[in-house]
Every structure is written in C-alpha cells, then in structure tokens.
C-alpha cells in the first residue's frame, strides 16, 4: 500500500477504503504489489525495522522482495469474503490456507506465514466457522483487524448480542500465537479476554489519530498483561517509521489514560522490540545469547540526541528515521552507513514512481 500514500487523505476509515483505496487497489497488478512491497521493505530497513507482518493479496511477489532484501516477515493472504458469493469467498480463504502451507520457512526461515481474515466484519461467520479449524490443523497462527473504529463494534453486538472479542473466541480466533490490529475500541472485558487467551494487539497509533478511529486504551491492556506491539498500518500513516510510531504511542497513551506516567518510554520502547517480535513469533526483539542478530545502530551524533542522559528515553521520543545507520536481519548487513546492501534504491524508486503514476 506504500503505491497508495498520499492518494487520499483527511478522511474517516469506511470513506477513505471505499472511495478511494479499494477502487485503486482492484487495478493492482502482482508487477504493481512488487514494486509497492520493494518500495515499502527499502523504506523499513532505512528506519531500522528488521521484521514485519503484512495481510494483501498476491503475496507471493511480497515474499520474494522479502527473501531478496533480507528481511523477516510474517505473511498472509488477506480475506474478505464481505459483497462475494460462495464460491470466490471460499476460494478466497482457500488461497490464504494454500499460501500459509506453501510459505512457511521460506527465505532460509525469515518467512513466517498466517491465516488472515482481513477482519470480523469483513469475512462472514459460515467462513469463519469452516476455515479456522483448518488453520489450526495447519499450525498456523490467526491475524485480524479488530475493534478498529465503532462500525466494527456495533455490527457485531447488534447480529450477535455479544462484544466483537467474544465474538472471535466464540469461533477460535483468541489463542496463545493470534494477534489482531488495533483494539482501538476495547472494553474491560474484552481487555481481560485478550489477556486471558495471551492474544496480541498491535497498536497503530498514527492510523488511530489520522482516521480518527480512537484512542487504543494501551495502558489499560498494559496493566491487565496483555502482551502489546507497534505496527504502522501502511498507507493510512502514511510512513512506516517505527521510531516515529514509538513516538506518537508514548504521546496518545498519556492522553487517553490522561496520565503523563502512563506507556512510558519503557513500555513503549518493550512495545517497539520484544513485543511486536513477540507477537509475531519471532525469536528476535531484543539482544540475547542465540537470538538471531536482528538490530539496529542509531547514530547519537545529532542535535536533537544530545545530550543523551537517558537512551531509552531517546528512543522513545527523539530518535527519528534518519538517525539509523545500520541495520542487521539474521546477521546479514542490509544497511551499512545509510547504503542499503541488499536492493538498489534508485530502480526501486523508479520503478514504485512508474508503478504508482500507471495506476
């Protein structure tokens, strides 16, 4: 979606998916997803990320720009079976399974795969009911929009008469190795399911705000144990700077739980490493004897870095982007003094230049 920033902005999330991104997207050619997913992966190893997850379709060209660039995923083909009939629906969550078998433990292990209903409002409850358990017999672990803004709370507690996290659990969609995007509109309840099951949310501060979807309750999931990472959801940021949603996660925080303590610069710092690998079941997020070398070097020789009296404070609040100047996935150097080693930057910026003016 990286081809996409910028195309529309100032609009709540139903409008900006309707009106403009979904129309743009079903001109998508897979030549158009590599050119998007080389853009996107360059941009990441630049601002330090060594890993991410990502729900699209013709996923296949997004595992090969990750298998060339050198980075860890977690991928998935995304579902949406909302204004399909039968047949193209059950095709659709049938690719996302053959995907997820297909993929597992490619590019030398740093693919990870998932099955990935692109949201319970999105996917119906017949396909829910008949292709979970056939990931589970896969092995595979479940990613899903969750709880992002109130039209994805009040379908559901109207339909079923239960929360949209009940709801999941209901059809198994709450396990240990699960983890779901936003849970902007979260109550103590659901809160409290999510930590009971050991599910993930990864927080994405910046959508949250630019769409206006809410404030993710963080603290509160913090206190309650539930295991919270960082995510940047692509071209509704309209970066995918990690430092920077670190950041705007420390800043929203304090404001929803009108708290200055709260998502401090540890928790948010945790949030920016271990929790997001944790969540996506990567052996990586923190600097360990036999965890792979999975890191980044920030260079503090900067005015807005100095004086460094406290780092984790600095990564929290003041690192940016640009500060990175090395980068390392699985010990191999992507990204030596701001040179990336592993993609040539000026051909994927054309290309991702043409790709995006086509369209």
């Excluded at 360990?288 to 005015?303: K, R, T, Y």
Aim: aromatic share 6%.
């Amino acid at each position: 979606m990286t081809l996409l920033r910028g195309l529309a902005d100032d609009k709540p999330l139903d409008r900006w998916l309707e009106a403009d991104i979904w129309p743009a997207e079903s001109e998508f050619e897979p030549e158009d997803i590599r050119a998007g997913a080389e853009l996107g992966v360059l941009e990441m190893i630049k601002s330090g990320t060594t890993g991410f997850a990502e729900m699209y379709f013709h996923v296949p060209e997004i595992a090969d720009a990750v298998e060339r660039a050198g980075v860890r995923a977690m991928l998935g083909h995304g579902i949406v079976t909302a204004g399909k009939g039968d047949e193209p629906a059950r095709a659709d969550a049938e690719e996302s399974l053959a995907f997820a078998r297909k993929y597992d433990g490619a590019a030398d292990g740093r693919i990870s795969t998932a099955f990935m209903p692109h949201s319970l409002v999105t996917v119906g409850t017949e396909y829910l009911e008949e292709f979970v358990p056939k990931a589970r017999n896969l092995g595979v672990s479940i990613h899903y929009h969750a709880n992002e803004t109130l039209n994805e709370v009040t379908p559901i507690a109207e339909e079923y008469g239960v929360r949209p996290l009940s709801y999941a659990a209901e059809y198994g969609l709450l396990e240990p190795d699960d983890f779901v995007a936003h849970g902007v509109h979260v109550d103590d309840t659901e809160i409290e399911l999510l930590a009971d099951a050991g599910t993930s949310v990864i927080h994405c501060p910046a959508s949250n705000m630019k769409l206006a979807s809410g404030m993710a309750p963080v603290q509160r999931m913090l206190e309650a144990g539930v295991a919270v990472g960082l995510g940047t959801d692509a071209a509704s940021n309209n970066d995918l700077s990690m430092l920077g949603e670190a950041r705007d996660a420390a800043m929203l925080g304090k404001l929803a739980a009108d708290d200055a303590s709260a998502v401090d610069a540890e928790a948010v710092v945790r949030m920016l490493t271990a929790g997001s690998a944790d969540a996506l079941g990567f052996n990586s997020g923190r600097l360990a004897a036999g965890a792979p070398a999975d890191l980044a070097v920030i260079d503090l020789e900067s005015a807005h870095l100095t004086p460094a009296h406290d780092l984790v404070s600095h990564l929290a609040y003041a690192a940016r982007a640009d500060d990175v100047r090395h980068t390392v996935c699985d010990g191999q150097v992507l990204m030596r003094d701001r040179e990336v080693q592993t993609l040539e930057e000026r051909a994927v910026l054309e290309r991702a230049r043409d790709a995006a003016t086509n369209l």
